[in-house]
């Protein structure tokens, strides 16, 4: 038996055989060819092969995973039509008079390389997913088949990397696990793992030439462990935590319907976070009392030009009717930092996370703002629908807001266009919104606390760097003293507060968070019924 280490980005157990994914040894050959003409219709024919195969798995992916995880085969379609992409194949073609292959293969190297030295994360994950549109144009002209392992019985998916194209060609009912040696916890195979359920390892240092498929292993996700060959007493404690879990999952099922009360008979709202219209099913499925933070950047990112008011109306007056009288807080565009749109044209920061992003853009670029708010207005005639701000630093930046506000419903009811008044709230995810909490409660309806923010802005520690992650503690004494002093402020005021961030799914938390007086939680859709337990047992 062998026991190998790694980190765990879905919590589960799995037991089975493994199935190794190799990458095909394909190499390249550079070929000196003489009509280069040909060799440009060559790569025509093999983009529209690829955008008609990623256009197919788009379509899988938005059935199976909904429509956020969905978008990075809209994205790798966008990348095909790239005009420096495009035009860097054609001039190897044409320059050096060689074989299309070569020329979509240096192109996706040179292009991989040159996104992968950059300092913004989000840009250094584009690496990726250019390796992946290469690798894709390169079978269609070679002729090699695009498609990744068929997968005849339930396995532990073992690989070096997964892209997202492999995952999402996978049947999910026959993956067990997924075992990576490399991969992040915001790679799109982590996030596709964690919206299906299914564990998952990455960092695993393991060597795929010495493992073999239809060997016996076992996955301990609670633990970062992978075994291979495992021995019986192994075995029989994987089993057991898989029964486990099995009669876990079926116990919480039959808290559908429950309030959220403790013994004592205090009520807390648990709410959903969604990224989409289409993750609306997992927030029916689990039962929660609405939805939280329903992220609006899906309507920005991974496309050429901003969304108009009517496409953008049409997307937040079907969430409200589809949670039919629940309430659904829509946050304002929050972009910059990690997520980039192209068309923005926001110059390069040394520090993006501290820089022109969410209300900042939408303050600086009104008629942005304002179409949105417009777009909102109108979807609030539809159901229960809140606004929520992101990234306030000052009663200034709120007043602002209000202003334009105001200007939006004077418009909207020149134009005869019904809406409704609506409660309008502010995140809390800086220490200076902290520190003047009891000066914005009395300007606005709620707070909604950004805890993932919060907490590396407090701490002056990136998140995203693997380096800082020991030194990285959302438990700390001053994060759970701000969220004190910001549920003491709202309530000041007879409003309420709730935490939308990744602590507030924290089970180890919860009934901390219930007697510092938090009113909400709003949860990923898989951790409402988990957390209705804990409060349910509470005394």
């Known amino acids: 038996m ?7 980005v879905y919590k589960g157990v799995a037991f089975g055989k493994i199935s190794v994914l190799k990458k095909d040894d394909y190499v390249v050959k550079r070929v000196k060819i003489e009509d280069t003409q040909a060799e440009l219709q060559r790569v025509e024919e093999a983009v529209e092969a690829s955008k008609q195969q990623l256009q197919k798995l788009y379509e899988k992916a938005l059935k199976e995973v909904g429509e956020a995880s969905a978008a990075i085969f809209e994205v790798h379609q966008m990348m095909l039509e790239d ?87 996978m049947d999910k009912e026959k993956i067990l696990a997924f075992v990576t040696v490399h991969g992040s916890a915001n790679s799109h ?11 998952a390892l990455i960092g695993v240092d393991m060597d795929l030439e010495a493992l073999h498929t239809g060997t016996e292993a076992a996955v301990d996700g609670f633990h970062g462990e992978f075994f291979v060959d495992p021995s019986e007493e192994v075995k029989e404690r994987i089993q057991r935590k898989i029964e486990e879990e099995k009669e876990k999952q079926e116990l919480l099922q039959q808290l559908k319907g429950k309030e959220n009360v403790t013994k004592g008979g205090r009520h807390i709202n648990l709410y959903a976070n969604i990224g989409s219209v289409a993750d609306m099913g997992y927030v029916l499925e689990n039962d929660a009392g609405g939805i939280g933070l329903f992220r609006s950047e899906f309507l ?62 939408c303050l600086a670029q009104p008629e942005i703002f304002k179409t949105q708010l417009r777009a909102l207005f109108r979807a609030s005639a539809y159901g229960n629908l809140s606004i929520m701000y992101p990234m306030i630093t000052s009663t200034e930046e709120v ?42 409660a ?69 009934e901390t968070f219930v007697r510092m007086g938090v009113d909400e939680l709003s949860v990923a859709p898989s951790m409402i019924l988990k957390l209705r337990k804990i409060i349910r047992e509470m005394e």
């Open 442 to 510: 009395k300007m606005v309806d709620f707070f909604s606390i950004g805890t993932n923010d919060l907490t590396q802005y407090t701490l002056a520690i990136d998140r995203q760097n693997e380096k800082l992650d020991r030194f990285y503690n959302p438990h700390h004494k001053a994060i759970l003293k701000m969220i004190q002093m910001v549920v003491d402020s709202a309530h000041q005021e007879g409003k309420w507060a709730g935490i939308c961030g990744e602590l507030g799914a924290d089970p180890e938390l919860t």
């Open 300 to 361: 920005y990112i991974g496309r050429n030009e901003l969304p108009d008011e009517e496409e953008q109306f049409q997307a937040y007056k079907q969430a409200v009717q589809n949670m039919a009288g629940k309430k659904v807080i829509i946050r304002t565009l929050d972009i910059g930092a990690d997520k980039q749109a192209d068309y923005l044209n926001i110059e390069k920061e040394e520090n993006p996370a501290l820089g022109y992003r969410a209300i900042r853009i």
């Open 83 to 169: 005009e420096d992409y495009k035009e860097s194949i054609e001039n190897i073609i044409s320059t050096q008079q060689v074989n299309a292959e070569y020329a979509v293969a240096s192109t996706g190297d040179n292009f991989s390389q040159m996104f992968a030295s950059m300092d913004d994360d989000y840009m250094r994950a584009r690496a990726a997913d250019i390796k992946d549109i290469s690798n894709r144009l390169v079978k269609n002209l070679s002729g090699q088949s695009a498609d990744v392992m068929d997968l005849d019985e339930p396995v532990i998916v073992v690989a070096d990397d997964l892209s997202p194209s492999e995952t999402v060609q």
């Open 189 to 199: 195979t982590a996030i596709l793992a964690r919206m299906m359920n299914i564990p």
């Open 2 to 8: 062998e026991c190998l280490k790694g980190k765990s």
């Open 399 to 440: 007043a602002q807001i209000q202003a334009i506000v105001q200007e939006v419903k004077e418009e909207l009811k020149a134009d005869g266009i019904p809406y409704n008044d609506v409660e309008e709230g502010i995140m809390i995810e800086t220490p200076a919104a902290v520190m003047i909490s009891d000066e914005l």
